[in-house]
């Protein structure tokens, strides 16, 4: 009996726990609201009671990736996720009369947004914006957008590719005055930054450095304006422009300096060194597709480009120099030649004269006297003969003195060529060493 009554009363217990139990839905929140009759008005109206209380919106960006920079279009292209909240005065439910909901989402068209611009942006964005905001009991609206943003930077490609680049996104109203909308931020730039850091996926061919957030007031149209500036630093990764630029020239000027010892005679050396600046030529031609030709200085990688190629552009022509003094010392050679092989032309033709005689088949008897004036004249003709083979010997021997010595100007040209390749290595020596400690110093700075 007794236990029947303690399982009546349990019973009973529970249906009664089981009637206390309410089940809740959105659509009770919404009719709280009232939001199909007032759905216009939240959406049209800044929403506050008091139209001198401002809107104070709070702005947060996170960078995601850096998907490209063109130096030629001086433009930014990043991919960043941007956090507004505000408060909106005519909402607000209690949690503990709807079950605990503290939170809904509903479609962004129903209600009022701050209308936030970037100054920089150029292109809108393609991506679509979140359909839904989040709206919390106590008014507070939340909105989540990625975006893809096309804007303006201004790059400094002084030191390039050793070049650090710093890009702003500058977030104001578009119509709304510093007394009608404020801008806040609650991370610092050292949170954003490392957020930043933690999601970041891609940086392309930049490494990101930080992030840095500023408030700022500016004035335009006849009205001050709330500002927030984020400025994303980042600087270049330069191997690939080291390996595929800065050493493919230097290896040239080392194929130039190595030319000086290829030697003077024959055009060998000068189609040589014309193929190496030929070479040169190209590679700036490939600079100037990458470098904007809007920049205010002389980008250090073209004075580099510039200074090699003066520099060979110098060693071609001593080439073409120390050519033209050594065509001289064989053109001299050439005519001494000439007057050589008149001479023993001559000496020849003699020697043909002497030789001819009469040239009858039978001869007539020869007398004694005849005999011995025709012995006298064997005698003088072997003489002769001996003489010209002399001659010739003596020819042959100063010609290969000649050949084994150089002339005049080969050895003045010899003199030039090794001055100037003193001169050239210590050119190019200190041309190098100047640009690497400009490059060094800048990078510091």
């Known amino acids: 009996m007794l236990a029947s009554g303690y399982f009546f009363v349990m019973l009973l217990l529970t249906g009664v726990a089981a009637s206390s139990e309410r089940v809740c ?49 001086q433009t930014f292209v990043p991919y960043v996720w941007i956090f507004t909240s505000w408060q909106n005065d005519h909402i607000s439910w209690d949690p503990e009369q709807f079950c605990g909901i503290k939170s809904i989402c509903l479609p962004t068209e129903l209600f009022w947004k701050p209308d936030l611009t970037i100054e920089e942006m150029i292109e809108k964005d393609k991506a679509p914006p979140s359909p839904h905001l989040t709206i919390l009991s106590d008014g507070r609206v939340h909105v989540q957008n990625d975006e893809v943003l096309v804007s303006t930077c201004k790059l400094h490609i002084y030191q390039f ?107 060998e050396k000068l189609s040589f060194k014309v193929t190496v600046l030929l070479a040169v030529t190209v590679m700036q031609l490939i600079l100037n597709e990458i470098l904007p030709c809007s920049s205010n200085k002389i980008p250090l990688i073209a004075v580099y480009c510039f200074g090699i190629f003066a520099l060979m552009l110098l060693s071609l022509l001593e080439t073409i120099f120390a050519m033209y003094l050594m065509e001289k010392d064989n053109g001299g050679e050439e005519a001494t030649a000439g007057e050589d092989r008149s001479g023993t032309e001559n000496k020849n033709r003699n020697c043909a004269c002497i030789c001819k005689g009469p040239t009858d088949e039978n001869p007539p008897e020869i007398p004694k006297d005849a005999q011995m004036m025709e012995s006298r004249s064997l005698k003088r003709l072997s003489d002769e003969t001996k003489d010209l083979m002399e001659a010739l010997t003596r020819l042959l021997d100063s010609k290969k003195e000649k050949e084994d010595k150089p002339g005049y100007w080969t050895r003045l040209t010899l003199k030039i060529n090794r001055i100037f390749f003193i001169i050239y290595v210590a050119a190019v020596s200190l041309f190098l060493a100047v640009m690497c400690f400009i490059w060094q110093r800048n990078h510091q700075e």
């Open 25 to 73: 839905s959105y659509q009770e929140v919404l009719d709280h609201l009232n939001l199909t009759a007032r759905s216009a008005l939240y959406s049209m109206t800044r929403p506050v009671k008091d139209y001198k209380k401002p809107t104070v919106v709070s702005l947060e960006v996170v960078l995601y990736a850096i998907l490209d920079v063109s130096e030629i279009d």
């Open 161 to 267: 590719p050793f070049d650090r680049q710093s890009c702003n996104l500058t977030f104001k109203s578009v119509v709304h005055s510093l007394q009608e909308l404020q801008l806040l931020h609650l991370l610092s730039s050292a949170e954003a930054t490392q957020w930043s850091r933690e999601v970041m996926r891609t940086q392309n061919e930049w490494i990101f450095i930080g992030m840095t957030v500023v408030n700022k007031t500016g004035s335009g149209f006849g009205f001050e304006q709330d500002m927030i500036v984020y400025t994303i630093n980042m600087k270049r990764r330069p191997v690939l422009y080291i390996i595929n630029f800065l050493f493919p020239v230097l290896f040239f000027l080392g194929l130039d300096l190595a030319s000086f010892f290829i030697s003077d005679r024959g055009g």
